[in-house]
């Protein structure tokens, strides 16, 4: 009996040894798209990657593809947008049910922006209106030969640098406004995507809607 366990022993050491020295192959898909499998790999083929297996296939390891530092940049930067893009998504789905709401907010925002600058308007015709008359006021003293007073014309002067701040700050409310009708479109176009994705349909604008 002792023999028979001790030769029983002696056989399954056997088959853990061979299976531990069993033969390894490599396998890998070169740029082409064809696979080998070979008892050895080429040293330009190890950066794309492959698969260490044993003789019935079995895969034993599996070693990913290399990738150069500007290609690992790029696949952060992908994952960095994804990810901020996701987070603009949840927040847009908080502001709006549809690309419509996105209209609504768009047009009153804009719409403040016209009054800003429609009072901005306003503040330069009252100015002119009082440059003209004080230019007025001036021209009579030359007509008659007086000397213009010094205070009249530090007042025109006033007055013109009052105007052109006002045009100033009136091409400033313009270019926000500009930059704001942008930035609307593009929550305004990823709002009908996300709509779209939910409602498993395609967004009609309510102006092209069919009855």
Request: proline share 3%.
């Amino acid at each position: 009996m002792k023999t028979a366990a001790f030769i029983t022993l002696a056989l399954s050491l056997s088959l853990i040894s061979i299976q531990s020295h069993a033969a390894q192959f490599y396998r890998w898909i070169d740029a082409q798209g064809n696979t080998f499998i070979q008892s050895y790999i080429p040293p330009e083929s190890v950066t794309g990657g492959y698969e260490i297996i044993d003789d019935a296939g079995i895969v034993i390891k599996t070693v990913a593809p290399q990738i150069s530092d500007a290609e690992r940049e790029a696949a952060d930067s992908a994952r960095l947008s994804a990810e901020m893009q996701r987070a603009r998504d949840l927040e847009l789905l908080k502001l709006y049910r549809s690309p419509k709401d996105v209209d609504r907010s768009m047009n009153t925002w804009l719409s403040r922006m016209d009054m800003e600058a429609r009072l901005k308007r306003n503040r330069i015709r009252i100015k002119e209106n009082e440059y003209d008359s004080f230019q007025a006021t001036a021209a009579n003293q030359e007509r008659i030969g007086q000397e213009v007073d010094p205070e009249l014309v530090q007042e025109l002067a006033a007055i013109s640098l009052e105007i052109a701040k006002y045009g100033r700050e009136i091409r400033s409310v313009e270019q926000r406004q500009a930059a704001s009708r942008a930035d609307f479109m593009l929550d305004r176009n990823r709002m009908v995507i996300l709509w779209e994705l939910i409602n498993k349909k395609k967004w009609q604008d309510p102006a092209t809607e069919k009855p």
